[in-house]
């Protein structure tokens, strides 16, 4: 099963709203990384975070990771089409090492 | 830079027969690494490759396996297909290891087993 849980499963958001996806870990981690998949498509690295509290921003993307580096967090604000698709952490337990875990993705549907 | 390829793209098999998978990473990168995606399973680690030598494994049986040539291109074999094999199969190349740096996805093979 998934060692590296994600949640919404799915969330639906309208164009121009916000939300955010869920990365949780029983264990620390040593770093998380972000991917998006189109439907399709593959997936895609967005970043990468490694230190305890790390807060990064792309556009309209914020990206964080947990003082506990146990959590991490992507919030998308003023939602657009092109965001629809499957968001998947990824994260390096610190007792699995080299091992990247993924969880199971949320996949973002958008209506106008 | 020419990115990560897989062939075949599309492979349909019969439950029994065996089956091997393509991936030649991007120049310069020498670890590759194996996933199973799966719409009930997600993203599935099966195993990385680094310098010809497998460096992790998932939690697959051993009819998975794979290996790692010198110019860095891999192959992943699966062996006695079951119908449960069915999955897109990516494979992804990342300069020195999948969990340091950020890696680079291939379009995938679409296995399916009948």
């Known amino acids: 099963g998934q060692q590296v849980m994600q949640i919404p499963q799915y969330q639906h958001v309208q164009e121009g709203e916000d939300f955010t996806t869920y990365c949780n870990s029983s264990?620390?981690?040593?770093?998380i990384q972000w991917y998006k998949q189109r439907p399709g498509g593959h997936p895609v690295f967005l970043i990468q975070?490694?230190?305890?509290?790390e807060v990064k921003k792309q556009k309209r993307l914020t990206f964080q990771f947990g003082e506990a580096k146990k959590n991490s967090s992507l919030h998308i604000t003023a939602t657009q089409t092109t965001d629809v698709g499957t968001y998947f952490c990824a994260g390096e337990r610190t007792d699995s090492w080299g091992k990247l875990q993924f969880g199971a993705g949320t996949q973002v549907v958008v209506t106008p | 830079k020419a990115g990560v390829t897989q062939t075949p793209r599309y492979l349909i098999k019969t439950r029994g027969q065996q089956v091997t998978l393509s991936c030649s990473p991007i120049?310069?990168?020498?670890?590759v690494s194996w996933y199973q995606q799966t719409p009930g399973q997600g993203l599935q680690f099966l195993f990385e490759?680094?310098?010809?030598?497998?460096?992790n494994k998932g939690n697959f049986p051993g009819r998975f396996s794979g290996r790692q040539f010198s110019n860095s291109r891999s192959e992943m074999n699966v062996s006695t297909l079951e119908l449960g094999d069915s999955a897109l199969y990516l494979c992804?190349?990342?300069?020195?290891?999948?969990?340091?740096?950020?890696?680079?996805f291939g379009p995938g093979t679409r296995l399916t087993v009948t």
């Open positions: 490759y680094f310098s010809e030598t497998q460096r």
């Open positions: 992804a190349s990342s300069p020195q290891g999948q969990s340091s740096y950020e890696q680079y």
């Open positions: 975070l490694v230190k305890s509290g």
């Open positions: 264990t620390t981690l040593s770093n």
């Open positions: 120049s310069g990168h020498r670890s």
